[in-house]
């Protein structure tokens, strides 16, 4: 059975500020995707980023990066310079046996 | 290229009715998703469709709830009769071939 674990359930940052998520995983399958989404008030969740098992380097999108820690079956979610919008919730996934699995979530919000 | 589009948006009913939700998603997309978010949690897989046919089951509340996917684009999730932990958020996802779920706005169900 696969497992997402988030250990923040809340994190309050100051704008401008770097802020990174916690996320750790498990699955005896080799082959998983990991993501990371964004779930404003408003319900829709948003795709962030998205990194393989096998890739080689942590992924980039803009302001979001993973932070892929492959022995540690860690898949931290760095956000750069943070934006009062970037207040939300956020949930890391794993994608293995064709199943999508969620973790708690964390919600941050981004202090003025 | 247009979204996942759910309705209703919110919808309010009494235990013991019965309500549907339904689902359109990206078109091209032969993989549909029904989530179940309970407030502060992730979501939930409830059935995982691969055109019409049904790829995973297995939480799904089979006493009570009920989906289909005609012809392998809409999708229709019924709940009869509903009881009061079944007050959620549905979520509808699509997906190609790629790894990459992408969400419909959801339906806040509410039931007293």
């Known amino acids: 059975a696969q497992k997402i674990t988030q250990t923040q359930p809340g994190m309050f940052v100051q704008e401008k500020e770097a802020v990174t998520l916690d996320c750790t995983y498990d699955t005896s399958d080799p082959s998983y995707g990991l993501f990371w989404y964004k779930q404003p008030s408003s319900g829709e969740m948003i795709f962030l980023i998205y990194q393989g098992s096998y890739d080689q380097q942590n992924a980039t999108e803009g302001r979001y990066s993973l932070n892929f820690q492959k022995a540690r079956k860690s898949a931290n979610l760095v956000i750069s310079a943070s934006q009062l919008g970037d207040s939300a919730m956020y949930f890391c996934a794993m994608f293995g046996n064709e199943k999508l699995t969620f973790g708690t979530g964390t919600r941050l919000t981004i202090i003025p | 290229e247009a979204g996942v589009a759910q309705s209703p948006r919110y919808k309010i009913i009494e235990k013991r009715q019965s309500v549907a939700f339904w689902c359109n998603p990206i078109?091209?997309?032969?993989?549909l998703y029904w989530y179940q978010q309970i407030l502060g949690q992730g979501p939930k897989l409830l059935i995982q469709f691969q055109n019409n046919g049904v790829v995973d089951d297995s939480q799904l509340p089979k006493d009570r709830f009920s989906a289909e996917r005609l012809k392998g684009v809409d999708s229709t999730l019924k709940i009869q009769p509903a009881k009061l932990e079944d007050s959620a958020v549905y979520l509808c996802?699509?997906?190609?071939?790629?790894?990459?779920?992408?969400f419909g706005p959801g339906t806040r169900l509410t039931v007293t």
């Open positions: 996802a699509s997906s190609s071939p790629t790894y990459e779920q992408y």
């Open positions: 078109s091209g997309h032969a993989t």
